[in-house]
């Protein structure tokens, strides 16, 4: 799955503090991503897919444990659900 952040949303970054601060136009909270979260935001730009967003944390953390992939998945569906990203257009659902 291809995904894009929404059009509908409003962001705010602190480059020195690695967060992300995300509003969806027709929410009243925003959402505060830092660490691994932020970076997530950072790689949905509409060209990578799921697998290339896990490869790319892959390379950079050590996932041990193999947790890295359910935990991204989930982490995805969330902001698919808050309506923060949104199925990239023809992308393989």
């Given amino acids: 799955m291809i995904y894009h952040r929404s059009t509908d949303v409003a962001e705010v970054r602190s480059e020195s503090a690695g967060r992300v601060a995300l509003l969806h136009l027709d929410a009243t909270q925003p959402v505060v991503l830092d660490g691994t979260a932020a970076v997530i935001w950072e790689l949905l730009d509409g060209r990578r897919d799921q697998s290339d967003v896990i ?39």
């Fill in 55 to 93: 490869a790319e944390l892959e390379a950079a953390f050590e996932d041990a444990a193999g947790e890295l992939a359910p935990q991204v998945e989930a982490f995805l569906a969330s902001l698919e659900a808050q309506r923060l990203i949104e199925a990239a257009a023809g992308a393989d659902q």
